[in-house]
């Protein structure tokens, strides 16, 4: 897998000039690729876009201590946001250059605990992608035992970029 790197400060970030002069798909495979630095999130909570093509993205994750709620369970905002990321990345990848998303609203469905240090994939695939909302389902599976343990939908929102 590639070594992931993550912006540090917003200067780190990729520019929106940057941003706005690619696909969604080659914006996403230049985070993978290590060519542009992935979302600060995704280090803070342990987890990185592993594969991306045409409607749809795969985010790796082992959720650690650092994410668990007091009764010592991975915490629910910690699935809510792989599956928003995965998801909504979904979505950018159908995006022509000069196009940008947000996320309108996500549901997710938590059918059982991830063990802390269990690694899982989650898989976003665009339902639809027209020129104003994106619809996508994403679950997140387990590894090596292939279980389901979440799943989630999504609508964003695809707008034209910002001008100068």
């Given at each position: 897998?590639t070594?992931?790197?993550?912006?540090?400060?917003?200067?780190?970030?990729?520019?929106?000039?940057?941003?706005?002069?690619?696909?969604?798909?080659?914006?996403?495979?230049?985070?993978?690729?290590?060519?542009?630095?992935?979302?600060?999130?995704?280090?803070?909570?342990?987890?990185?876009?592993?594969?991306?093509?045409?409607g749809s993205?795969?985010?790796?994750?082992?959720?650690?201590?650092?994410?668990?709620?007091?009764?010592?369970?991975?915490?629910?905002?910690?699935?809510?946001?792989?599956?928003?990321?995965?998801?909504?990345?979904?979505?950018?990848?159908?995006?022509?250059?000069?196009?940008?998303?947000?996320?309108?609203?996500?549901?997710?469905?938590?059918?059982?605990?991830?063990?802390?240090?269990?690694?899982?994939?989650?898989?976003?695939?665009?339902?639809?992608?027209?020129?104003?909302?994106?619809?996508?389902?994403?679950?997140?599976?387990?590894?090596?035992?292939?279980?389901?343990?979440?799943?989630?939908?999504t609508?964003?929102?695809?707008?034209?970029?910002?001008?100068?």
């Amino acid at each position: 897998m590639t070594q992931h790197h993550f912006a540090q400060s917003l200067e780190d970030l990729a520019t929106f000039d940057t941003i706005l002069s690619m696909s969604g798909l080659a914006f996403m495979q230049a985070i993978i690729n290590g060519d542009l630095p992935g979302a600060p999130i995704g280090k803070t909570m342990g987890f990185v876009p592993i594969h991306a093509e045409h409607g749809s993205v795969t985010f790796e994750g082992t959720p650690q201590f650092d994410v668990l709620n007091p009764i010592r369970t991975v915490h629910g905002g910690w699935y809510g946001t792989v599956l928003d990321s995965c998801m909504a990345c979904a979505v950018q990848t159908t995006l022509a250059a000069g196009q940008i998303y947000t996320t309108l609203e996500y549901k997710i469905n938590i059918l059982r605990s991830i063990p802390p240090g269990m690694t899982v994939h989650a898989i976003g695939k665009v339902q639809h992608a027209g020129r104003s909302t994106g619809i996508a389902n994403g679950e997140i599976r387990g590894v090596e035992d292939g279980k389901l343990y979440a799943t989630g939908s999504t609508t964003c929102i695809i707008m034209n970029g910002p001008r100068k």
